[in-house]
């Protein structure tokens, strides 16, 4: 499974995911102008980083599904 091109994708697309919330919630907890600035590029970042994440799982259980 891990030699499939489309669960590495899978995986660095979750990854992106989870360092995009941690830039989010430390530039919330440290606030200031960062915060101010970025806050809401974050979220919307994160939300579609999350979108083409739960696609691509999908697509991948589909492709896979048929394979046992």
């Known amino acids: 499974m891990a030699s499939d091109p489309l669960f590495v994708l899978v995986v660095v697309v ?3 995911v989870a360092i995009i919330l941690m830039i989010g919630i430390g530039g919330f907890g440290k606030g200031g102008e960062f915060n101010r600035k970025y806050a809401n590029k974050l ?20 492709i896979t599904r ?3």
Request: aromatic letters at 12%.
């Open 14 to 16: 979750m990854a992106a």
């Open 43 to 62: 979220m919307r970042m994160r939300i579609l980083a999350q979108f083409v994440a739960v696609l691509l799982i999908l697509l991948f259980v589909f």
């Open 66 to 68: 048929g394979e046992k």
